[in-house]
C-alpha cells in the first residue's frame, strides 16, 4: 500500500502544529506507523491522500451513524448555509433540536443547553451540580473520559477511592484535589469516595465505558450507584456525549433503566458538526445564567448549521424503526466472527457490544475496569491494527477506544473484515 502524500502531508503538519494532529489520538502513537490523511468519506469508506479506500470503523469517534457525506444531511446543510453561518441570537432550530432530543430520549431531561463540544458539556454539567448542591468535590471512575477540563483530567492517586492527581501537566492540584477517583463497576470504591469526602457534589459517569476500550456496567452496579448518590445527596450525572444515539435511541440510561439528574451528549447530536448538550431537572438547570447565578456562554453555541446537521441526523433516526436492531446485529456479526477467528489461532480475545458500538481486547479475561484494560496485549493490538489497515480496514489506532457500526455497513462488508482479520491472525501467530 503507497502512502507516500500521508507522510509528506504528516512531516508538513508537524512544522506547523504540535505532533502534527489538532487532538493526540490522531498521531497513532500508540501503534507505530503513519496516521492517514484523509481526502474524502463516503458512506461506510474514508479515502486517503494516495487513494486508498478503508472501511472505517471510527467515524470521527462516533458522531457518523449514518456513514460519511450523508445525502439528507448534506442537503439539509446546503439549505442552511444559504441563510448564514451564525447570529449571536437565537434561532428556532435551536428550540426543535432540544425537543427532538428530549423525546427521543424519553428521560427525565425537562431542560437542556447547547455547547460546542462534549468537554464543554460536561465541564459545564459539574459547575451545575457544585452550584446546586454548594458542595466542591466530585467523583469520576478511573479510565471513564469526559473531555479535557481541568476537574476531569485527574486519575486515581495511590489507589482507588482517594483524591486524584493531576493526569496531565498544567492542571493544578488544587483542582484536582476535589476529584476523588473511583473504580468502575466496583460499588465500594465509590461508598469509600463517600466516606473519604463529606462534601461530593456529584458522581459522573460513562454508562457504557468507551474510552479504555468498550466496558459496560453491571447493571446492578448502575442501579447501586444511583442509590448511593441518593443517601448521600449528590447528583448523578450521565454522560452520553458517546453512548447518547449510539447504544440505542435511549443511550446507555434507556438501556440501564437508571435515571440522572444531568445528562449530557455530544457527538451522533451534530451529525459530525461541532455540537454537544447538557440538561437535566429544570430546578437544577433553571440556576444558569441569565435565570440564575451559573455562569455558562457561548459565541458559537447552538450554530445553526451544526443544529440543522443534528436536526438532520435526529430526524433519520426517529424515521428509522429498525436502525439500532440492525447497526447491533453487524456488531455481534463483526465482534463474533473476530472472536471465532482469533481462538482459531489461539488468541484470547475479549468482545462487547451494545447498539452501534463494540469493543475487542487482546486480554484473557472479561474486562470490567481500568485495572483489567490495562491487562490487554497493547503489542499484539498494535500488530493486528497495522495489519488491518493494510488490508483496507481502519479500526481505532488504540486498544483503549471503541469501534462503531454505521447505517451504510452490511453483512457482506462484515464479512469481509472478518475474513482479512482472519488472514491478519494468521500472519501474525506465524511471525
Ligand atoms: C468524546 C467524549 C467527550 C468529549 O467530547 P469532545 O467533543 O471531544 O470534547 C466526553 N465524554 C465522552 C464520554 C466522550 O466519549
Known amino acids: 500500500m503507497e502512502i507516500l502524500h500521508s507522510i509528506n502531508d504528516f512531516n508538513e503538519a508537524k512544522q506547523v502544529i504540535p505532533g502534527g494532529v489538532n487532538s493526540p489520538v490522531r498521531a497513532f502513537g500508540s501503534v507505530g506507523g ?33 456513514g460519511h457525506a450523508d445525502a439528507f444531511i448534506e442537503s439539509a446543510l446546503n439549505l442552511a448555509i444559504k441563510d448564514g453561518l451564525s447570529f449571536g441570537a437565537p434561532t428556532e432550530k435551536e428550540t426543535t433540536l432540544v425537543k ?39 467523583i469520576k471512575f478511573d479510565g471513564c473520559y469526559h473531555g479535557h477540563s481541568d476537574s476531569l ?37 465509590v461508598r469509600a469516595c463517600f466516606e473519604t469526602s463529606k462534601n461530593v457534589a456529584c458522581v459522573i459517569i460513562e454508562a457504557l465505558a468507551g474510552n479504555m476500550g ?13 442509590t448511593l448518590c441518593d443517601e448521600y445527596g449528590a447528583l448523578l450525572i450521565i454522560d452520553e456525549v458517546m453512548s447518547g444515539f449510539r447504544a440505542g435511541v435511549q443511550g446507555a440510561i ?15 447530536i451534530g451529525g459530525g458538526m461541532p455540537l454537544a448538550a447538557f440538561g437535566g431537572r429544570a430546578d437544577i438547570m433553571d440556576m444558569l445564567s441569565p435565570l440564575g447565578g451559573v455562569y455558562q456562554a457561548g459565541t458559537l453555541s ?67 475496569n481500568f485495572d483489567d484494560a490495562k491487562k490487554s496485549d497493547t503489542n499484539m493490538f498494535a500488530r493486528f491494527h497495522q495489519k488491518m489497515l493494510e488490508r483496507g480496514v481502519y479500526f481505532a489506532c488504540s486498544q483503549f477506544e471503541t469501534g462503531f457500526i454505521c447505517a451504510p455497513m452490511d453483512e457482506a462488508m462484515i464479512d469481509e473484515v472478518i475474513a482479512k482479520a482472519a488472514q491478519a491472525f494468521i500472519e501474525i501467530t506465524h511471525e
Open 34 to 66: 503513519t496516521p492517514r490523511f484523509i481526502a474524502r468519506g463516503k458512506g461506510a469508506y474514508i479515502y486517503d491522500e494516495d487513494g486508498n479506500a478503508y472501511i472505517d470503523f471510527v467515524q470521527s469517534w462516533g458522531p457518523l451513524i449514518f
Open 100 to 138: 427532538q432530543i428530549m423525546a427521543l430520549s424519553h428521560h427525565a431531561t425537562e431542560k437542556m443547553r447547547l455547547v460546542n463540544s462534549g468537554t464543554e458539556a460536561t465541564m459545564s454539567a459539574l459547575r451545575l451540580a457544585r452550584a446546586y448542591s454548594g458542595k466542591d468535590d466530585i
Open 153 to 189: 483530567l485527574v486519575s486515581a492517586g495511590s489507589g482507588c477511592a482517594t483524591f486524584g492527581t493531576p493526569s496531565s501537566p498544567g492542571v493544578p492540584k488544587d483542582i484536582s484535589k476535589h476529584t476523588l477517583v473511583a473504580r468502575y463497576n466496583d460499588i465500594d470504591s
Open 214 to 226: 468498550f466496558v459496560p456496567a453491571d447493571k446492578t452496579f448502575m442501579h447501586n450507584l444511583r
Open 254 to 268: 434507556g438501556l440501564y433503566e437508571v435515571e440522572a439528574d444531568l445528562v449530557t451528549y455530544g457527538k451522533v
Open 302 to 368: 447552538g450554530n445553526p448549521i451544526a443544529v440543522s446537521a443534528g436536526i438532520a441526523t435526529l430526524s433519520q433516526i426517529k424515521a428509522k424503526a429498525h436502525l439500532y436492531e440492525q447497526l447491533e446485529s453487524l456488531a455481534k456479526r463483526l465482534t463474533q466472527g473476530l472472536q471465532s477467528a482469533a481462538k482459531d489461532c489461539q488468541i484470547p480475545l475479549q468482545v462487547d457490544y451494545r447498539g452501534s458500538m463494540f469493543g475487542f481486547f487482546f486480554n484473557e479475561d472479561v474486562v470490567k
